[in-house]
């Protein structure tokens, strides 16, 4: 059986857990959330890049992402960025759905569980 190994711990979470081959990532927000839609997702989606690298994966490997939009009718701006962000690749399973997040200022939280390489 392998270790555990968490990335990121802090007080009340971990941005990462890395189990027995899978990469589980925590809701991933936004630094800057003055951006719109689609500067927010495309932060989201680096992070997402940067905390994968760290785990010896890459966006490649999804096997299912779970996008939390504040409000549905900013749905096509945050495709807008997604579209861009899996091209090139086989887009992964995905579920999306409207929430309230915890920052009223948020627009977008995404979680990934991804296959290392």
Do not use: H
Request: cysteine-free; proline content about 3%.
């Amino acid at each position: 059986m392998s270790d555990i190994k968490r990335f990121n711990v802090g007080k009340r979470l971990s941005d990462m857990a890395v189990y027995n081959g899978v990469a589980y990532l925590a809701g991933q927000v936004p630094d800057d959330t003055t951006q719109d839609i689609v500067g927010q997702t495309q932060q989201v989606l680096a992070i997402i890049d940067t905390l994968l690298q760290e785990a010896g994966t890459d966006k490649s490997r999804i096997l299912y992402a779970q996008v939390f939009v504040a409000n549905m009718k900013e749905f096509d701006g945050m495709n807008q960025a997604w579209d861009a962000w899996v091209s090139g690749i086989q887009a992964p399973p995905r579920a999306t759905v409207e929430a309230r997040l915890a920052n009223a200022d948020v627009k977008v939280e995404i979680v990934v569980t991804a296959a290392l390489k």
